[in-house]
């Protein structure tokens, strides 16, 4: 399992929550049977209810691997809520746009294709703002798109960030692998930044592979 929670209790969870029908559960199927990595069970409730509670407008996604996320995310969303998730994978970027014109949803979900890096800077110069940032993608670079984000997020947005705890690395040297040592160092200092941060709440959760939760302060906060 995922070396984050114990077996019994990740099991439990994820016991008491409703399966997917149509298309999510056909992605779900797709992505076990091609080893696509996407969100946990577990995290895909969790955005549910952050959804449910932060009703955003505009969501941005890092990391649309076949579109998975993204339709979960505007399933669970209210009507006119827009989408937009980035990828540079272009075999990912074809399944996943069949997905989204499988649903009907090419109005409301738009891919970006390239890098994170890139796309995440030009959206900047053009003052775009989100009131949830999904980070989904590039494990080692979460540092690095961190800023960028912060700069696309509306006042009250609110920054997810998945797999933060990498397989237990992140928070144990036990479990390290020496091929993951770089990602794990980031990894690290990503959390020791949204944590030491004063202008930021931080809740990191360990539910699949980790997230962490992140929203900026008010100024009397
Ligand atoms: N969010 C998806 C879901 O749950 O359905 C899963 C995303 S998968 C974990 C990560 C994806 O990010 C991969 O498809 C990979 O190609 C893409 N990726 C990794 N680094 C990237 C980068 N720097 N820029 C753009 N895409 C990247």
Redesign the pocket.
């Known amino acids: 399992m995922s070396k984050i929670a114990y077996d019994y209790m990740e099991s439990y969870i994820r016991s008491k929550i409703a399966d997917h029908g149509g298309i999510l559960k056909e992605l779900e199927e797709y992505?076990k049977e091609n080893s696509?990595?996407?969100?946990h069970k577990e995290v895909a409730n969790f955005l549910d209810l952050m959804i449910n509670i932060i009703k955003p407008k505009k969501i941005l996604?890092?990391?649309?691997?076949?579109?998975?996320?993204?339709i979960?995310m505007h399933e669970k969303s209210q009507e006119n809520t827009k989408i937009t998730t980035?990828?540079?994978?272009e075999k990912?970027i074809k399944i996943a746009k069949t997905n989204i014109e499988k649903c009907g949803l090419n109005k409301d979900i738009q891919i970006l294709e390239?890098?994170?890096?890139d796309?995440l800077k030009s959206m900047e110069v053009e003052n775009l703002k989100y009131d949830l940032i999904?980070m989904?993608?590039?494990k080692g670079?979460y540092n690095e798109f961190f800023p960028h984000c912060l700069n696309l997020l509306t006042e009250d947005g609110v920054i997810i960030g998945?797999?933060v705890l990498f397989r237990g690395m992140v928070a144990s040297n036990d479990l390290v692998i020496r091929r993951k040592i770089t990602i794990v160092k980031r990894m690290r200092k990503y959390i020791d930044m949204i944590s030491n941060e004063k202008k930021f709440t931080t809740s990191i959760i360990p539910m699949g592979d980790g997230i962490a939760v992140t929203k900026r302060r008010r100024e009397h906060e």
């Open positions: 992505a696509v990595p996407i969100i996604e890092l990391g649309t691997a076949i579109g998975y996320s993204a979960l980035i990828e540079r994978d990912m390239g890098d994170c890096l796309i999904f989904d993608a590039g670079h998945d797999n």
